[in-house]
T-cell receptor
Framework: DADVTQTPRNRITKTGKRIMLECSQT?????MYWYRQDPGLGLRLIYY???????NKGEISDGYSVSRQAQAKFSLSLESAIPNQTALYFC??????????????FGPGTRLLVL | GQSLEQPSEVTAVEGAIVQINCTYQ??????LSWYQQHDGGAPTFLSY????GLEETGRFSSFLSRSDSYGYLLLQELQMKDSASYFC??????????????FGAGTQVVVTP
């Protein structure tokens, strides 16, 4: 079974609709992240959480909100979807190694199309 | 702005060697990581350099020079399946004491027959 799962894998919605993308992990990690990726571009951080009571904005948080329901669950919401939020969304978890390096483990991604 | 710089695309033939450079300007970071992402897939961890020098893992090697804030990923004996995007990343602790991971924009490696 996958360590980091995302649902749904694909979603088509209309402008103005509220949608939620869900992420679950079985790795027992405290750190969780939401990224978006647009064609030909790198990963841009939307929100991140270092434990259940910690939520932080990333570089592109406008138009998004998150909820950390438990250590294993981190949900991303688009309150009122707009077409330029069409993208590939990744959830990730991470742990910190002895040498201070951080390894991130990504979910399979959710393809979102906003019409 | 983007703190890590890497080339946008590299093209090479099967069997060749490709070096992807990554430069970063910071006074404090925990090593350099590399991730691979195939088209339509999720990024996956490749390597991490905590210390200066070369780390080898099979056909892939990664190098770090802290004094130069520079590193590279070396792909040897290129295979068609190596066609993917490669991202460098650092955990910067100068602007954020928690040190979240920052990614470069990625280098698209295209392997041709």
């Amino acid at each position: 079974d996958a360590d980091v799962t995302q649902t749904p894998r694909n979603r088509i919605t209309k402008t103005g609709k509220r949608i939620m993308l869900e992420c679950s992990q079985t790795k027992g990690h405290d750190r969780m992240y939401w990224y978006r990726q647009d064609p030909g571009l790198g990963l841009r951080l939307i929100y991140y959480s270092f434990d259940v009571k910690d939520i932080n904005k990333g570089e592109i948080s406008d138009g998004y909100s998150v909820s950390r329901q438990a250590q294993a669950k981190f949900s991303l919401s688009l309150e009122s979807a707009i077409p330029n939020q069409t993208a590939l969304y990744f959830c990730a978890t991470s742990d910190i190694g002895l040498a201070g390096g951080e390894t991130q483990y990504f979910g399979p991604g959710t393809r979102l199309l906003v019409l | 702005g983007q703190s890590l710089e890497q080339p946008s695309e590299v093209t090479a033939v099967e069997g060749a060697i490709v070096q992807i450079n990554c430069t970063y300007q910071t006074s404090g970071f925990y090593g350099l990581s590399w991730y691979q992402q195939h088209d339509g897939g999720a990024p996956t961890f490749l390597s991490y350099n905590a210390l200066d020098g070369l780390e080898e893992t099979g056909r892939f090697s990664s190098f770090l020079s802290r004094s130069d804030s520079y590193g590279y990923l070396l792909l040897q004996e290129l295979q068609m399946k190596d066609s993917a995007s490669y991202f460098c990343a650092v955990r910067d602790v100068t602007t954020d004491s928690w040190g979240k991971l920052q990614f470069g924009a990625g280098t698209q490696v295209v392997v041709t027959p």
